[in-house]
């Protein structure tokens, strides 16, 4: 159980264009979902979290009209990178928590985001 | 302050031997819960074991197990009987909280471990 698919898995895309990712939960319904970032060689930064049905809280200094953020149904977030630059590539991660138990994070496997 | 703590940056173990990971942690939230995720070359973070501050005994999951001494807010992660396919990155993770209904999730910088044969 608990398994998080994210889609693409990778994607290239020219500078100035957007791109979205998907994050959904196969087998759970999560209440909440998690957007981090990755750079090579070091820890996930998040960036967002999102609660189904209400906008999603940014951390600081990510910016909330680059990184759209959209928690449409229980099972179902997406993130879009607007008018992506070359300084937006990077390794993209989602997570969900279903609210209950031990409310552990599980994971997606990830978007490689190349921007040209 | 650093509120997750992994002094590691990389450790090598001998395959079949055991291998403990460090995590230090500081939190003032009486209750909280400590993660170990593992993220192989492929990106992917695969949960491994959770440990809850009311935990009264330590967590174990197969070949893992969590050293948690919570007077010493370390929550250490032991590898027994090593495997090659255990190389990849480490990472500690605590939830605090709820603060405004969310609970928060914080990382350590990782630690990567190299299995040899």
């Known amino acids: 159980g608990a398994v998080v698919s994210q889609h693409p898995s990778w994607v290239i895309c020219k500078s100035g264009t957007s791109v979205k990712i998907e994050c959904r939960s196969l087998?759970?319904?999560?209440?909440?979902m998690f957007w981090y970032r990755q750079f090579p060689k070091q820890s996930l930064m998040l960036m967002a979290t999102s609660n189904e049905g209400s906008k999603a809280t940014y951390e600081q200094g990510v910016e909330k009209d680059k990184f759209l953020i959209n928690h449409a149904s229980l099972t179902l977030s997406t993130l879009t990178v607007t008018s992506a630059h070359p300084e937006d590539s990077s390794f993209y991660i989602c997570?969900?928590?279903?609210?209950?138990?031990?409310?552990?994070?599980?994971f997606g496997p990830g978007t490689r985001l190349t921007v040209l | 302050a650093q509120k997750i703590t992994q002094t590691q940056p990389g450790m090598f173990v001998q395959e079949k031997e055991a291998v403990t990971l460090d995590c230090t942690y500081d939190?003032?939230?009486?209750?909280?819960?400590l993660f170990w995720y593992k993220q192989p070359s492929s990106g992917e973070m695969i949960f491994l074991i959770y440990q809850g501050s009311y935990d009264q005994q330590n967590a174990t999951e197969g070949r893992y197990s969590l050293n948690f001494q919570k007077a010493r807010k370390s929550a250490n992660l032991v590898i027994s009987a090593s495997q090659l396919g255990d190389s990849a990155m480490y990472f500690c993770?605590?939830?605090?909280?709820?603060?405004?209904?969310?609970?928060?999730?914080?990382f350590g910088t990782g630690t990567r471990l190299k299995v040899l044969a």
């Open positions: 993770a605590m939830r605090e909280g709820p603060s405004s209904g969310t609970y928060k999730y914080i």
């Open positions: 997570s969900a928590t279903s609210g209950l138990g031990t409310d552990t994070q599980y």
């Open positions: 939190t003032s939230d009486p209750s909280y819960g």
């Open positions: 087998d759970f319904q999560a209440t909440t």
